[in-house]
């Protein structure tokens, strides 16, 4: 399963977790009762804080606001389009506010709610752009004109950081409002509003006044002008304290549990992941890790062989382009920081020349070494990054199968096949490994498990996976993996290969899974990784292992398990 962090209930529905994202799990809901007056737009759910049980009622964020003068065919300002108002055919456009902040906080918004990704592989396809300007209308009571390219990165890097620093954000601005209450009771669209322009004032290099100026106009168009007063209050308060150097800050003391709550607010994750990596790595591990996870993400390009390109072809459209880039220590891989939106606008993907894959899933592909002629079994293979890679490296001699459970991600793995011209050597089935392996009499050269996993190796690139991760999602992880370990092996040819991989850095999920796996199956030899990746990456006990701190890539494991002749 590329990626490998699919949610839980995943499973759960269909048998028995996230490149891609959904809500925050820890939001807890808050309640209405004693506002002012109603919201119209409760739509998404901020993050509960620390010892609080609140519940809170929202409102559909799918459902049509009713605005005053502006439902209907309104009398407008020159700032508004009503080309086509009371037609349903053509939305009223604000030319004043700010688009990208307002895409951003109805993205925010439905994020919350989990009916949006936190997608930093944001491309302009599938008539997105037109269904996100359809969530901003429904969501404010007006339209903002189309996003174009920078207005695309502008979304991804404010909605992505925000999500970042959600935990840290939200302590600055409940220790700046007038009353605790004043926060708990915060209309849901403009709390979004001041986490953006929290974050730009913290963490982007944005002139303060044009963050002030165009989230207080977004708050007073998008809510009323009290509102928009509330936010210019605060988001002047927080430049002052900010230009004296005196923004609050938990103090970092106590035992070991106040000290993790301390820092997960600073570092802004959750507390049980600080506790745990100050357990097994130590606490300077585990803040230079939380560091890692909070920087943005660069990403790396596999070049596709198969189709005829090189990595001097691809580095030479990345000049084009004008996108910096870095060789990587992987023959087929550059690294970008910058620019993957104009990757994805030039069609480098579509025309199959490369696909986006970092080298530590790259790596897991060298533990596998497919070697042409042979037949190897992906379980959980949707949607496809190292079943492509596998393929390229068979030289057009052999046979990949790849099993999923999820039929349209097994879908866009085939339509990815095509592009990469690897149709012909992946066959895709759809089913559920643990079903498929009591029914199935064949048996593979080579079995790679890439198994549902936390995640906790790619929060870097995963903006919201940390807020959606809970400490006893461990527990079914595990269960759930040593279940599929165990399908898994029944598929393995005598002499053959069981590849175990994960994109976790934990050990329950890595070392401790193949510890026990070989004690349920001694017919499984551990065979050590030398020979397949750098030796940097091996680790004591022969196994692949990848650190988003020693390393600068995600954090991925990989085994390779011989099953004996007899």
């Not at 998404?44 to 519940?55: L, W």
């Not at 080579?446 to 690139?461: E, H, Q, R, T």
Request: with cysteine; aromatic share 6%; charged share 25%.
């Amino acid at each position: 399963m590329e990626g490998n962090a699919l949610a839980l209930s995943h499973f759960r529905t269909r048998a028995g977790s996230p490149l891609l994202l959904s809500a925050d799990a820890s939001s807890t809901e808050r309640k209405n009762s004693g506002r002012s007056r109603p919201s119209r737009y409760d739509a998404g759910a901020p993050p509960s804080r620390a010892g609080r049980g609140r519940v809170w009622k929202r409102d559909d964020p799918e459902a049509s606001p009713r605005r005053a003068g502006i439902s209907g065919v309104p009398k407008l300002d020159p700032k508004f389009s009503n080309k086509g108002a009371g037609t349903n055919k053509a939305p009223i456009i604000n030319f004043e506010v700010s688009h990208h902040r307002a895409v951003a906080a109805v993205r925010l918004l439905r994020a919350d709610k989990g009916k949006a990704f936190v997608d930093l592989l944001n491309e302009k396809a599938n008539d997105s752009a037109e269904n996100e300007m359809g969530y901003v209308e429904r969501t404010l009571g007006f339209s903002t004109r189309h996003l174009d390219d920078r207005d695309i990165r502008l979304v991804t890097v404010i909605v992505a950081g925000t999500v970042r620093w959600k935990r840290y954000i939200d302590f600055l601005i409940m220790s700046l409002c007038s009353d605790e209450k004043v926060f708990s009771k915060m209309e849901p669209l403009l709390l979004q509003i001041l986490r953006i322009g929290f974050f730009e004032i913290l963490k982007l290099n944005v002139p303060a006044y044009a963050v002030v100026d165009e989230n207080v106009r977004l708050a007073k168009v998008a809510l009323r002008p009290g509102a928009g007063n509330m936010v210019n209050a605060i988001l002047r308060k927080l430049l002052s304290l900010k230009e004296t150097d005196s923004l609050p800050l938990p103090k970092i003391e106590g035992d070991d549990r106040a000290q993790a709550r301390a820092l997960s607010i600073i570092y802004s994750h959750p507390v049980w992941m600080v506790r745990r990596w100050i357990r097994f790595l130590g606490k300077e591990e585990a803040l230079k890790l939380m560091d890692w996870n909070n920087s943005d993400p660069y990403f790396s390009l596999r070049v596709n062989t198969t189709n005829g390109y090189t990595r001097d072809d691809l580095i030479n459209r990345l000049e084009d382009l004008q996108v910096h880039y870095e060789k990587s220590i992987m023959d087929e891989f550059v690294r970008i920081r910058e620019g993957m939106q104009a990757v994805l606008q030039a069609g480098l993907l579509k025309e199959g020349m490369c696909a986006v894959q970092d080298e530590s899933a790259g790596l897991v592909v060298s533990v596998v070494d497919p070697q042409p002629g042979e037949t190897i079994m992906d379980c959980c293979a949707a949607p496809g990054g190292k079943t492509l890679f596998m393929a390229s490296r068979l030289a057009g001699q052999g046979k990949i199968w790849a099993l999923d459970i999820n039929k349209g991600r097994l879908r866009i793995l085939m339509e990815a096949a095509k592009c990469h011209s690897l149709d012909d050597i992946i066959t895709d089935v759809h089913g559920d490994l643990r079903l498929y392996a009591k029914e199935s009499t064949a048996k593979y050269d080579k079995v790679l498990l890439d198994a549902p996993c936390s995640g906790l190796g790619v929060l870097s690139k995963r903006a919201d996976l940390r807020w959606n991760r809970q400490f006893e999602d461990l527990e079914e992880l595990i269960c759930l993996q040593d279940e599929l370990l165990d399908s898994a092996s029944l598929l393995v040819k005598p002499g053959g290969v069981l590849i175990y991989s994960t994109c976790s850095i934990d050990h329950e999920e890595n070392e401790n899974r193949i510890t026990a796996f070989v004690q349920r199956h001694p017919e499984f030899i551990l065979q050590g990784v030398h020979g397949y990746v750098p030796a940097e990456f091996i680790t004591d006990k022969g196994f692949y292992s990848s650190s988003p701190t020693k390393h600068s890539l995600d954090g991925a494991f990989a085994a390779r398990l011989v099953r004996s002749l007899h």
